[in-house]
C-alpha cells in the first residue's frame, strides 16, 4: 500500500501541468491513477492492432510518440499528432467507444501509464465531474485537426513549414522543441510533403541565415525572419 502511494504521488508530480488532473482534487486524482500501470515503450515501437487502442488508454509520462494514418495504395503518411508529456490517447476511442483507424509510434523511448478502457469509462460514470477535465482536452485536439486541415488546402509547403517552425519555437529561450531532432521525413509528414520537397525549403531558409542546420539539429537563428517570411507569404496569398 505504501509503494502504492508513492506511484501515485510520482505520478502527481510528473503530470503537473496535465488537463485531466488539474481540475481534480487530491483524492479524485489519486482514485483516477489507481487505475493506472506503468508501461516503458523503446524507441522506433509501433501499435499497428487499432484494436489494442480500444481495450487500453494512455498518458505519457515522458518522449514523444506520433499519431499517424497511412494511405493503404500509394503508402504517403501523414502524422496527425505529435503527442509528448501530460498528452492521451486515444481520447476519441473512450468517448465513442469506436475503433480509431491510426497508428502510433515512439520517436524516443518513451514512459505510459495504461489503464483498461472498460474501467475508465466505469470511473467516469461514477465521476461525471471529471468529464469537464476531459472535454476541453478533446476540444483542443479537434481544434489541432481543424486547422492542420485548413492549412493542408489554403497553405503552400513553404507557409506550413515557416508555421510549424515558429509554433515550435520557446518562448523564453528562443529554442526549438520537439522538431528539433526530427529527420526531414518527419517533419515532412508533420506538414503532408515528402522528405526531399521539406530538404529543399530547409536549405533555402539555412542559406537566408533564419536557421542552422547540423547533424540530426535544426536550430532556429532568427525568428524575425521567419516570422517576417510568413507575414509576407499570408498577405501575397490574401492579393491573389
Known sequence: MKNESLLNLKYREMLHGCHLLNALDKETSKSFLSMFNEENWKKNTCILNHKKLSYKFHIILSGRIKMYRVDPITGKELTLFLLTKCDVFDVFCLLDGRDHDVYYECLDDAIVLAAPMDTLRKWLENNPDTY??????????????????????????????????????????????????????????????????????????RKNGSIKLSRNKLEVQDLGILMNMLEFRKTAQYLV
Open 132 to 205: 469537464k477535465s476531459l472535454l476541453p482536452y478533446a476540444g483542443k485536439q479537434l481544434r489541432l485537426l481543424e486547422n492542420s486541415v485548413t492549412d493542408m488546402i489554403f497553405s503552400d509547403i513553404s507557409t506550413r513549414l515557416l508555421q510549424l517552425l515558429i509554433k515550435n519555437v520557446k518562448q523564453n529561450s528562443g529554442d526549438l522543441e520537439l522538431i528539433h531532432d526530427l529527420p526531414n521525413k518527419e517533419i515532412a509528414h508533420l506538414i503532408g510533403s515528402t522528405r526531399a520537397v521539406v530538404n529543399r525549403h530547409l536549405q533555402q531558409l
